[in-house]
Nanobody
Framework: VQLVESGGGLVQAGGSLRLSCAAT????????MGWYSQAPGKQRELVAI???????NYADSVKGRFTISLDNARNTVYLQMNSLRPEDTAVYYC??????????????????WGQGTQVTVSS
């Protein structure tokens, strides 16, 4: 399974960006997908996550500003980021938890990460 991200960039404070991440590969099903952020000198932290049945969870700092959604048919997760603040500046990483089942007899759970996309919010 590979994750391909897009949509990062530079935006002024108060602006919006939309991140996308598509999971590609064979013989897998998505359990949940989400976004983590990592600012310079800080640990990677959860921004938002969504399960295949539509349940969502957000970091307190983004509630009311960011919206996560999952297109199950396309195995693609989106993060709509509105009212961006300079403190949102970070590298955003896509995450996926998948059930991989190459054969009927074998399957396992695995975690995958994207390469990261830079989001920079200027004041």
């Amino acid at each position: 399974v590979q994750l391909v991200e897009s949509g990062g960039g530079l935006v002024q404070a108060g602006g919006s960006l939309r991140l996308s991440c598509a999971a590609t590969g064979r013989a897998f099903s998505i359990k949940r997908m989400g976004w983590y952020s990592q600012a310079p000198g800080k640990q990677r932290e959860l921004v938002a996550i969504v399960t295949s049945d539509g349940s969502t969870n957000y970091a307190d700092s983004v509630k009311g500003r960011f919206t996560i959604s999952l297109d199950n048919a396309r195995n693609t997760v989106y993060l709509q980021m509105n009212s961006l603040r300079p403190e949102d500046t970070a590298v955003y990483y896509c995450y996926a938890e998948a059930l991989v089942s190459p054969t009927v007899e074998s399957q396992w759970r695995a975690d995958y990460w994207g390469q990261g996309t830079q989001v920079t919010v200027s004041s």
